[in-house]
Structures are given as C-alpha cells and as structure tokens.
C-alpha cells in the first residue's frame, strides 16, 4: 500500500489539496478529526489532559473545549510541547488502524493528512510528502480574512506549525496553491500521474 503524507500550513489551502484526494476515490485519514475523536471519546487522552492542564479546559458539558485548550497551548512552546506528547501517540495509533483496514480491504493508495507531519516525525511512516505552500504574506492574508483572529494569534499558530519554506525543502512533492484552483488542480493531476507510473514501475 503506498501512503501520501499531505502536509501545509493554517491558510495553505491543505483541505482543498484533500478534498481533491477524496474526489479521485482515494480515502483521506485525517490527523485533525482523529484528534478531535479522541478529544471527545477516548477517556485515557481526556484525563491526562485534564490532569495536565487543569479541569478550566472543559466546556460546560464536560468535555474537552478545544478553544479553552487553544488559548493555553498557542502561545506557550512548553505546553504545546505537553499535549503533543498526550495526543500524538493515539493518533498515530489510530491512523494505523484505519490504514492497515484499508490494506485489508485492497486499498492501493492513502492519503495521512496531517498539519504536524515533520514535527511528529510521522514523514517516516509514509512513502512520500506533499507539502501544499504558499508565500508567507499570501498565507497570513487568507488566515486573517477567514478566522476571527489577530494576526499575532495567526503568527503564534504559523509558528506552532512550523515554517512552509522548510517543508517545501523536505517535501517529495510541492503543491504551489497561491494561484487559481484549476492552476492547483493541474499540479496535482501531474504529481498523480506521475506517482501511478512510479507505483506500476
């Protein structure tokens, strides 16, 4: 089974370059809604949060409230650090399960979508990465006029994710999104190609 590390940046369009992904038939494990799965579900990952970062995370239902947890963990490297080491194992533990399911049922070709790729060293696991990027400003600009956020808030979370220009230079596959959807599109119809030729070589 040949597995895709898709990887970008907050504001890269890295959803679009999925979504795309989804359209040719190809399934998409999505590092972001794992986490949130086990945010909401898994009692073991709920509980070290809480112990680690007070029950002030909690929402009034009682559950993890992931903009109370945001607020902690943006702008303190030490403590985004300590949810990384919570969360990142149950994920990683998680993804391989739905992959080794697909590879059961004679899946040829996956998708691990995952923001934190590099940083979680999960660019082992997977047999290429494809870095979807865009120039800083351009990235800053689309963040700022699609969430309710200053751009302090917009750099902190840049800076979580690590820099788009350092990706692109690891990165077996460059997707520049700063043009129009079909000037992407046709980047990705290469790659494709590209990549089922190597696959059947």
């Known amino acids: 089974m040949l597995t895709i590390g898709l990887t970008g940046g907050i504001g890269s369009g890295k959803s679009t370059v999925a979504q795309w992904f989804k359209k040719q038939g ?3 494990l999505d590092a972001d809604k794992t986490v949130h799965r086990l945010l909401q579900t898994d ?3 709920i509980s070290k949060l809480i112990h680690e970062f007070g029950p002030e ?3 009034e239902n009682g559950q993890i409230n992931r903009s109370n947890l945001s607020k902690q963990v943006f702008c303190d490297d030490d403590a985004r650090k300590r949810l ?3 969360v990142h194992p149950g994920v990683i ?3 391989k399960d739905e992959q080794a399911a697909l590879r059961d049922n004679g899946t040829e070709v996956c998708v691990w979508d995952v923001p934190l790729l590099f940083e979680a060293g999960l660019e082992q696991l997977v047999d290429e990465v494809w870095v979807v990027w865009v120039p800083r400003e351009l990235q800053i600009l689309r963040v700022l006029g699609r969430d309710k956020l200053s751009r302090t808030e917009v750099e902190a979370r840049m800076a979580a994710q690590g820099s788009l220009d350092e990706k692109r230079k690891q990165a077996d596959v460059v997707i520049d999104n700063s043009g129009s959807e079909l000037e992407t599109e046709r980047q990705l119809e290469e790659a494709w190609k590209k990549l089922l030729n190597k696959a059947k070589g």
């Open 93 to 95: 533990k998680s993804m």
């Open 43 to 45: 009692w073991p990952t």
């Open 57 to 59: 995370i909690l929402g």
């Open 84 to 86: 990384e080491r919570i």
């Open 26 to 28: 190809v399934p998409v």
